[in-house]
């Protein structure tokens, strides 16, 4: 059965977007929110710190309710729960009440509930698909976020020039909608035998005893912190330049949209691509491309080095995680996602101090040799890994 049949994965597809574009919306809507109100770039950046620290706190609690309860409940009220919550912040934005209290109250509590959702969603896939079409299906959701990712932004700042309330009453309707797609699904959705560990780090103690997943999180891990930094040399590069920042944001347009493309590709070429070659395809091409782009930094050079990147990266991704869900049992699911979510959020936050102390300190050319310098060396040690020959995709290709 082609993807496209299956009605529940498209339920469950169409509820991941719908939230995923609604929850973007309103991230981007929020520092416009608190600059407009307050007047402070401090107030907007202490309000986006507050949503990431809220988000990595209760990223373990979500994943371990993904993995004690029914992830079909789980699924409608955590949707319906951050609709409501976000509903409610548009109403106090329409009566001029949303003072930043009560924006970091709301904000916290969707962004805590979005999480849940999320290793829910996760922990129901292998339900829902078989395991030979797992990587096609993951490459749907990469789509996804990729599609959300070019959406969500415009969408954000089109209607809060409009009306600054009208991003976040579209953001809960998308919700409130992807709640109903979720209560759609008619596949059982149990919650796992309760016989196992039921600790909030039973899924980061997963991740480092399987020495697979241990290298591949390592992996993911070492690509986020890399290319996190990324954001700051373009900006640099830019202003080098004497570019605008119109020609900045153009650079990210065209990377987004070869994200979405990346992915589209990937629901077709990520069932032939073995782990081994998806790890190798994670570290070794940005580093080739990073290494390429430092004998030229200009802008034109990094946008066309990040679109191919952004081409090839999704399949891969695709690859990974299918790996991993399929090592993984199923009453550790939730935990297990939760895990990943959480230390890529730890990875993430160290590329843009990186970048800028390598700025300070060297020449542009020089700053993207040293970025690409530890993928290239995790990617040698991916190569040299005995066990990373003999694993097999779930119904796909291994070696």
Avoid: K
Avoid at 375 to 396: I, K, M, N
């Amino acid at each position: 059965m082609r993807l496209l049949d299956n009605r529940d994965f498209r339920l469950l597809w169409s509820a991941q977007v719908l939230a995923a574009t609604g929850g973007l919306s309103a991230a981007v809507a929020l520092p416009l929110l608190v600059l407009r109100t307050t007047g402070s770039a401090s107030a907007a950046g202490l309000v986006g710190f507050a949503v990431l620290a809220a988000a990595a706190l209760t990223a373990l609690p979500g994943g371990r309710v993904a993995d004690r309860y029914d992830r079909h409940a789980v699924l409608v009220r955590c949707a319906g729960g951050s609709a409501a919550c976000t509903g409610l912040l548009a109403f106090a934005v329409h009566g001029g009440g949303a003072g930043i209290p009560l924006v970091l109250l709301l904000t916290a509590l969707s962004g805590a509930l979005s999480g849940a959702f999320n290793s829910a969603g996760v922990a129901a896939l292998p339900h829902l698909v078989p395991a030979a079409r797992l990587p096609t299906a993951l490459a749907a959701n990469t789509a996804r976020l990729a599609a959300a990712a070019l959406v969500g932004p415009v969408l954000a700042g089109g209607l809060f020039g409009v009306s600054p309330e009208l991003p976040f009453w579209v953001a809960a309707g998308a919700l409130l909608v992807a709640a109903a797609c979720a209560a759609a699904i008619r596949t059982p959705l149990p919650a796992p035998p309760r016989s196992g560990p039921s600790g909030l780090a039973t899924g980061l103690v997963l991740l480092w005893r399987d020495g697979v997943l241990r290298g591949i999180t390592t992996v993911t891990a070492v690509h986020n912190a890399v290319f996190s930094a990324v954001p700051l040399l373009l900006v640099a590069i830019g202003l080098r330049q004497q570019g605008s920042s119109l020609s900045i944001g153009l650079v990210y347009a065209v990377t987004g949209a070869g994200s979405l493309v990346g992915a589209l590709v990937a629901t077709g070429v990520s069932r032939r691509l073995s782990p081994r070659a998806a790890v190798l395809v994670t570290c070794w091409v940005p580093a080739a491309l990073l290494a390429a782009t430092s004998l030229s930094p200009t802008l034109v050079v990094l946008a066309a080095a990040l679109t191919a990147g952004c081409l090839v990266g999704p399949s891969a991704d695709a690859v990974l995680a299918a790996v991993r869900i399929g090592r993984t049992p199923d009453a550790l699911q939730g935990r297990t996602q939760a895990a990943v979510t959480l230390l890529g959020m730890c990875a993430t936050p160290l590329g843009p101090p990186a970048a800028g102390l390598l700025l300070d300190h060297l020449d542009v050319g020089v700053a993207l040799l040293v970025l690409a310098a530890p993928l290239a060396a995790v990617g040698v040690a991916a190569a040299l890994h005995p066990r990373l020959r003999s694993v097999r995709t779930p119904g796909g290709p291994g070696g």
